[in-house]
């Protein structure tokens, strides 16, 4: 059993980073799903304003979580924290624009199944957040 463990610990730590975006992906498109239908649902807010608001959370959790846990971040003074939080803001509305573009393309000009669109959207979303966070906005960490 514990060589299991150790196996296990070994393939974690070789690959801590990319298992670390992933789990905190996962929990952030929870918190998106469970902000959205808070505001829509229980506040009776618009879907549009449900959805900006949601999306707002989503990204803040996810900054917050990938400088912490995924890109460990060792930047302490403010003016670091924003310029951070600006790239990463600045990133994910590029990858929102990206996404939008695919979903718009795929399923509105080649008629093809806004789902299987959507599916195909997120995982180039999730790779080029992960490029993005990882060349542009958290690239100064201290080791």
Request: hydrophobic share 55%.
């Amino acid at each position: 059993m514990k060589s299991l463990i150790e196996k296990f610990w070994s393939i974690y730590k070789k690959h801590e980073e990319v298992i670390n975006y992933l789990f905190f992906g996962g929990l952030t498109t929870v918190v998106s799903i469970g902000s959205y239908a808070i505001f829509a649902k229980v506040f009776g807010l618009s879907i549009v304003i449900s959805n900006i608001i949601s999306w707002i959370i989503a990204v803040l959790f996810a900054f917050i979580t990938n400088k912490i846990f995924v890109f460990k971040s060792k930047n302490k003074t403010v003016k670091d924290f924003l310029a951070e939080c600006f790239k990463f803001y600045s990133a994910r509305i590029f990858s929102l624009g990206v996404e939008t573009l695919i979903l718009y393309v795929g399923a509105t000009l080649l008629h093809i199944n806004d789902i299987i669109v959507k599916i195909l959207a997120q995982i180039v979303v999730v790779i080029l957040n992960y490029i993005l966070s990882k060349l542009i906005v958290f690239k100064n960490k201290e080791k």
